[in-house]
């Protein structure tokens, strides 16, 4: 295989009551790009019913497929029809294992110092001494060992 799969999420926010026309319209485009050789799949995404933020998900053999429906008049016909009801976002093309491998566009700063001092105390600590307090006392009983050897007491 000459390119890896391509996979282009296109964002969109929906009129608040126009969900279900949204949905109906993107199910349209998703079968339209289905008829493009090359199409490995599709579907559509949205947030919740409380949020308006939507996407369309495509996913081509390679980057050739992906342009053509970009270019396509299809594409341009069904991307025209959306002007009453939603807005679009962004578009974001990703290849291959890209999101799986690439993280964080970027890291996220570290905590600051009197947290984690707070976390390893609360985690470090309780533990410590409930082992202190259960667990000694069996330990000074367990000393006193029978048998052929001898334990030597601290």
């Known amino acids: 295989m ?4 391509v996979t282009v999420t296109a964002a969109y926010r929906v009129n608040p009551g126009r969900e279900s026309e949204f ?11 289905a008829s493009l050789p090359g199409y490995l799949g599709g579907g559509v995404m949205g947030s ?3 949020s308006s ?13 992906a342009r053509a429906w970009d270019s396509s008049l299809e594409h341009a016909r069904l991307a025209s ?8 976002r962004g578009t974001q093309r990703t290849s291959g294992l ?11 700063p570290p905590p600051p110092k009197w ?3 707070l976390v390893n105390l609360s985690a470090v600590f309780p533990p410590v001494l409930i ?3 259960l667990g000694i006392p069996f330990i000074k009983d367990a000393n006193s060992c029978c048998g052929p050897w001898r334990c030597v007491s601290v």
């Open 81 to 88: 029809r959306t002007g009453s009801f939603v807005q679009e």
């Open 131 to 133: 082992f202190n307090v």
């Open 23 to 33: 949905h109906a319209w993107a199910i349209e485009v998703l079968n339209a790009a």
């Open 115 to 117: 947290k984690l001092w």
């Open 53 to 65: 933020e939507w996407h369309v998900l495509h996913r081509f053999e390679a980057e050739g497929p």
């Open 2 to 5: 000459d390119s890896e799969p």
């Open 98 to 108: 890209e999101n799986w491998f690439k993280g964080p566009v970027r890291p996220l």
């Open 48 to 50: 919740g019913s409380t």
